[in-house]
């Protein structure tokens, strides 16, 4: 076992302590305990217990630029935004913010259930919402990632339009999948109740929502005519027995 420290091993263990992992520093360091590593850690005044665990490099790698830095240092309770920061820096995950983005998308596992795309979905492993849609933080300021994606290989999406998921998988950055739509086309072409409302061709009743038996209304609502019929029917019947009742009723 070796007692005394070389000036190149002194170097090694201040310029990786801060920044590298447990095993990592003891491989850079052959012949040297952890034991040793740290008491040496505590003779040139590096504070103990900041070296990076594989664990905690996995946490970053795996979630850094998918999630806020503020929710990612909720991860790590005994380090700092700056710290988090700077060991992302070291592995390369702030050079290109394009590339950390698609490190979080997988292009390997397909989704060929829709009928509307023959070409695999790419699957975003970043944040996913409440509602699927994966999040990704650029600059710290959260973007759907499938808008991100778009963006990427489109233009950017005007104001008044958003993008749709013609594949109907909301975690799905594809960009061949997606499409700036009007919010009324992204809305009628989901399966939410106005799209399902919108594609039903007969009423609740069974009768035809097309040709002569449809009407629409001045709220631009398709109406079934028969079924107004006997609403109307029904209310006035009911109209003309109030109407009698109330005039027995004053005799």
Not at 170 to 182: D, I, W
Request: proline share 2%; charged share 25%; hydrophobic share 30%.
């Amino acid at each position: 076992m070796k007692n005394y420290w070389t000036k190149s091993e002194n170097q090694i263990l201040i310029d990786s302590w801060n920044t590298e992992s447990r095993d990592t520093i003891l491989t850079r360091l052959p012949g040297r305990s952890w034991y040793a590593c740290k008491t040496k850690a505590r003779e040139v005044g590096i504070a103990l217990n900041n070296y990076w665990t594989n664990q905690e490099i996995e946490i970053i790698l795996k979630h850094y630029g998918s999630i806020s830095n503020n929710d990612l240092v909720t991860m790590f309770p005994k380090r700092s935004k700056d710290a988090i920061v700077q060991k992302a820096s070291q592995l390369g995950l702030l050079h290109n913010e394009v590339s950390r983005f698609w490190m979080k998308v997988n292009k390997d596992t397909g989704c060929f259930g829709n009928k509307r795309q023959s070409s695999q979905c790419w699957y975003w492993t970043g944040d996913i919402s409440q509602d699927g849609y994966g999040r990704f933080y650029p600059k710290d300021k959260m973007i759907l990632a499938h808008r991100y994606a778009y963006e990427l290989a489109n233009d950017c999406i005007p104001a008044n339009l958003v993008c749709h998921h013609k594949c109907y998988t909301t975690y799905c950055v594809n960009p061949n999948h997606l499409e700036a739509v009007t919010i009324k086309y992204n809305v009628l072409d989901g399966n939410g109740i106005c799209a399902q409302n919108k594609r039903k061709i007969y009423c609740k009743h069974g009768h035809p929502l097309f040709g002569d038996n449809l009407r629409i209304s001045k709220d631009k609502e398709r109406v079934c005519k028969k079924c107004a019929r006997r609403r109307n029917k029904k209310y006035q019947t009911s109209r003309k027995l109030r109407i009698k009742h109330a005039s027995s009723t004053h005799v």
